[in-house]
């Protein structure tokens, strides 16, 4: 996966757990919980459905790792 790829595919995965959330507007390096206000089980979702989209395991000691979108690009590309 690219990173291009692996941006969109986190993009759509939290737009889709957050519709209120515009991620093309959403800074790489932004805390998608502490700047963005998602609250645990918005943050669950977004995981969920990006190991969904991503068709990969996501594991509970991983969701440190895509606490960004920059994050999630670096996690991606390494792993799908």
Do not use: H, N, W
Not at 22 to 29: C, E, K, L, N, T
Not at 49 to 60: M, N, P, Q, T, V
């Amino acid at each position: 996966m690219t990173p291009r790829q692996a941006r969109d595919l986190a993009a759509r995965s939290l737009e889709k757990a957050a519709p209120d959330i515009d991620a093309s507007a959403v800074g790489g390096d932004a805390d998608l919980r502490e700047d963005l206000g998602l609250d645990s089980l918005d943050f669950l979702g977004f995981v969920e459905g990006l190991s969904d989209a991503a068709g990969l395991r996501i594991d509970e000691d991983d969701y440190p790792e895509l606490a960004t979108l920059d994050g999630c690009v670096a996690y991606l590309t390494r792993r799908a």
